[in-house]
């Protein structure tokens, strides 16, 4: 199997954010309330397309193009080093079929997600200026009314939406724009899924560090349940944080693998703690804890159903630890972490 360019994190990033950048400065005139104020309406919009397409365009050669090429072999390999930890798998043979299976469902997943930032980007933008066109158009005044109400103050002259010019005294332009960016944001904000206005800069370092442990688990859930593995462990490192409630917990790779444990009654009758386990979905769908943005807990392939039960840690099957969900989970996960490592 053909080797790929080693996948180096903290040089992808810093290349992704040199041309987000580039991007963001050569758009920077919309940001520019006498720009978008005097500048024709419609060049402006095309200004706005740019920048989006050029997004995009940068976006999805981190995510779906080389980049994520390189990131899937070297997540292969990591998951073929955790199985090969486990001597009742035998042996563990490298194939290109998966890189290029582990590749496709890479794209499938992180495709949408750049055209979802993308196209919040665009149309947040879009609303901020259809918004400020529109007081523009009303606060804006002939040439003749303008200096019967302001006298010589200076004036930017707009053209309004029938093609008529008109002048607007530049603190109310600037007043206006400033509310429409308060509103809609900056061309360099994304609204995440949970309501949060995160930089682009930094959701984007944010969603690096995050699509690295996410290709990671997907290499593992991908090439574990192409050879009838059914469960995997969270990682440990010893966290401060509430992720610590997660850390060592067994899990199924996926819904159809705990189906498939539960439906055979030998192996319930050996780990009957196993009826409590959660899915991987259903970590990854509760953002309190593990999995959070930003999170760098990964799983492990952990195939217990090739173990007896002699063979396993008994902590290692225990019952999902107990996560508050309310008061001060940071401090509560301090106690935890406390009682657990006798600190």
């Given at each position: 199997?053909?080797?790929?360019?080693?996948?180096?994190?903290e040089?992808e990033?810093?290349?992704?954010?040199?041309?987000?950048?580039?991007?963001i400065?050569?758009?920077?005139?919309?940001e520019?309330?006498?720009?978008?104020?005097?500048?024709?309406?419609?060049?402006?919009?095309?200004?706005l397309?740019e920048?989006?397409?050029?997004?995009d365009?940068d976006l999805?050669?981190?995510?779906?193009?080389?980049?994520?090429?390189?990131?899937?072999?070297?997540?292969?390999?990591?998951?073929?080093?955790d199985?090969?930890?486990?001597?009742?798998?035998?042996?563990?043979?490298?194939?290109?079929?998966?890189?290029e299976?582990?590749?496709?469902?890479a794209?499938?997943?992180?495709?949408?997600?750049?055209?979802g930032i993308?196209?919040?980007?665009?149309?947040?933008?879009?609303r901020?200026?259809?918004?400020?066109?529109l007081?523009?158009?009303?606060?804006?005044l002939?040439?003749?009314?303008?200096?019967?109400r302001?006298?010589?103050?200076p004036?930017?002259?707009?053209?309004?939406a029938?093609?008529?010019?008109?002048?607007?005294?530049?603190?109310n332009?600037?007043?206006?724009?400033?509310?429409?960016?308060r509103?809609?944001?900056?061309?360099?904000?994304?609204?995440?899924?949970?309501?949060?206005?995160?930089p682009?800069?930094?959701?984007?370092?944010?969603k690096?560090?995050?699509?690295?442990?996410e290709?990671?688990?997907?290499?593992?859930?991908v090439?574990?349940?192409?050879?009838?593995?059914?469960?995997?462990?969270?990682?440990?490192?010893?966290?401060?944080?509430?992720?610590?409630?997660?850390?060592?917990?067994?899990?199924?790779?996926?819904e159809?693998?705990?189906?498939?444990?539960?439906?055979?009654?030998?192996?319930?009758?050996k780990?009957?703690?196993?009826k409590?386990w959660?899915?991987?979905?259903?970590?990854?769908?509760?953002?309190?804890h593990i999995f959070?943005?930003?999170?760098k807990?990964?799983?492990?392939?952990?195939?217990?159903?090739l173990?007896?039960?002699?063979?396993?840690?008994?902590?290692?099957v225990?019952e999902?630890?107990k996560?508050?969900?309310?008061?001060?989970?940071?401090?509560?996960?301090?106690e935890?972490?406390?009682e657990?490592?006798?600190?």
């Amino acid at each position: 199997m053909g080797r790929r360019q080693p996948y180096h994190i903290e040089t992808e990033a810093a290349l992704l954010r040199k041309r987000l950048d580039a991007a963001i400065r050569a758009a920077s005139d919309l940001e520019d309330a006498r720009y978008v104020t005097t500048q024709n309406r419609m060049q402006t919009r095309r200004l706005l397309q740019e920048y989006t397409g050029t997004l995009d365009a940068d976006l999805s050669e981190f995510f779906t193009g080389d980049p994520m090429a390189s990131l899937t072999a070297q997540s292969l390999q990591t998951t073929y080093k955790d199985m090969r930890e486990w001597p009742t798998l035998g042996k563990v043979a490298e194939t290109q079929v998966s890189e290029e299976r582990l590749l496709r469902a890479a794209r499938r997943e992180y495709g949408p997600l750049v055209r979802g930032i993308v196209d919040t980007i665009h149309t947040s933008q879009n609303r901020r200026l259809n918004s400020y066109f529109l007081q523009l158009d009303t606060m804006a005044l002939p040439e003749q009314l303008y200096k019967k109400r302001f006298g010589q103050i200076p004036s930017w002259i707009t053209t309004d939406a029938e093609g008529n010019q008109k002048h607007i005294a530049p603190k109310n332009a600037n007043a206006t724009f400033e509310a429409m960016s308060r509103t809609y944001g900056r061309n360099d904000v994304v609204v995440y899924r949970d309501g949060t206005n995160y930089p682009l800069r930094t959701y984007v370092d944010q969603k690096v560090i995050s699509t690295s442990r996410e290709v990671q688990d997907l290499a593992t859930i991908v090439e574990g349940s192409g050879r009838g593995i059914m469960t995997a462990r969270v990682t440990s490192h010893g966290s401060a944080d509430s992720c610590i409630y997660h850390e060592g917990e067994m899990i199924f790779l996926t819904e159809g693998a705990r189906s498939q444990f539960l439906a055979d009654r030998s192996l319930v009758e050996k780990y009957p703690a196993a009826k409590t386990w959660r899915t991987y979905g259903e970590l990854q769908r509760d953002k309190t804890h593990i999995f959070v943005f930003g999170c760098k807990h990964r799983i492990k392939v952990y195939p217990l159903h090739l173990l007896e039960p002699e063979d396993v840690d008994p902590e290692r099957v225990e019952e999902p630890a107990k996560v508050p969900t309310s008061g001060n989970l940071e401090k509560q996960a301090l106690e935890f972490r406390k009682e657990k490592f006798a600190l």
